[in-house]
Structures are given as C-alpha cells and as structure tokens.
C-alpha cells in the first residue's frame, strides 16, 4: 500500500509539475510552428492538491508502523532505492498526465481533441521532459515524504507522552482520593484545619 501510495505521489507531481513547462515551451514557440497544446493550465492546481492529499496518506500509512516497538525492523518505502521503481512511476505519470489533459479539454472545449495534444509538445521532446521529470521529481519527493514522515512520528511521539503523562496523574489523583475521604470520615475537624494536623487529646 505504501509503495503504490509513494509511486501515485511521485507520478502526479511530476505530472502536474513537468505538464506547464512543456506547454509553456510549446506556446513560447520553442517547437515551431504547430499546435501541441490545448492552451490552458486548468489541470495544475487540482493535481497538485490530489498529489497533495495522498502524500498526507502516505505519511500516515508510514508512520504508523514507525510508532511500533519494532522501529528498527520497519523501513520507509521512500529511503529504499528508487531506481527499481522508476519504470513504474513513469508510466503512472504518462497515464495521470493524458487523464488530467483529457479531462480539461472536455471541460474547456467540450470534447477531447485528440492526437498527441496530451502531450503538450512534440512527443520525442515532450516523452524526454517527463522522463527527466521522473527521476529528479521522484528523488525529491522521496526526501520531502521522508523528513515530513519523520515529522510526523517525533509529533504522535510527543502527544503520545503528554497524554501518557496526563493519564499517570489523573490515576495518581484516582487513588488517593478513596484515602482523602477515608481521613475525612474519621476526622471531620481534619478538612477545616486546612495544613494543620488534626488536634488530639494528650495523655498525661
């Protein structure tokens, strides 16, 4: 679940983050002459806040093992080597990037328009910057889930101690409280002496 979580946070900011700057460069001119976009960022910003959403899922779902007694057995899924995941991530990012594309142009122009217009760019130069994309975004991102993974864990930690802490007094107070009244009982004068002790006949 991890894994899968990871490879769908990397894929969709690559997407999200390489898709304006391909079309950018298109719109710019950079390419020729040609149409390669569909001239609209509409999809950045909604990606970027579903990238967002399951980066949180990925932390929680990392840390919870984290917070277990048996830390030194759970490795992150980020601090493995990402090399072997990079064919994986690359082709969810292709497949996120024509979703994200196909859905806007429905929703600006009513249709899809077909082609390789998905793309953004001319596909050789479009397929390399998403390629480009991957690895260094993949990284990144890797080290951001990390660091906000351990985040995470030092604050459940904390909350966890001063609940814990907390809980310990509240029982402290538990079980003195039945001898409190216990005293009370027998020596009503006792509570209204306040720090004083309780006054008792001397024998001579």
Known sequence: MARLLFCLVAAV??????DPL????SNAGWFGLGSFTDHS?????PTLLVGAVLGAFYVACSARPLLSARVRAVRDVAARPLAPLFPAIFALQL???FAIESVEQVVVYGHPLGGA????GPVAVALAAHAVACVVLTVLVARALRALTGVAVRI???VL???GVRAFNVFR??????AAALVQRSHPLATRAGKRAPPFLAVA
């Open 95 to 97: 497949a996120v990037l």
């Open 13 to 18: 900011a690559a997407a999200a983050l390489t």
């Open 161 to 163: 101690v001063v609940r």
């Open 173 to 178: 107070f538990v079980r003195r409280a039945p």
């Open 156 to 158: 459940v930690r904390r």
């Open 22 to 25: 391909v079309e950018g460069a």
């Open 41 to 45: 960022m509409l999809d950045v910003v």
């Open 117 to 120: 217009i998905w793309l953004g």
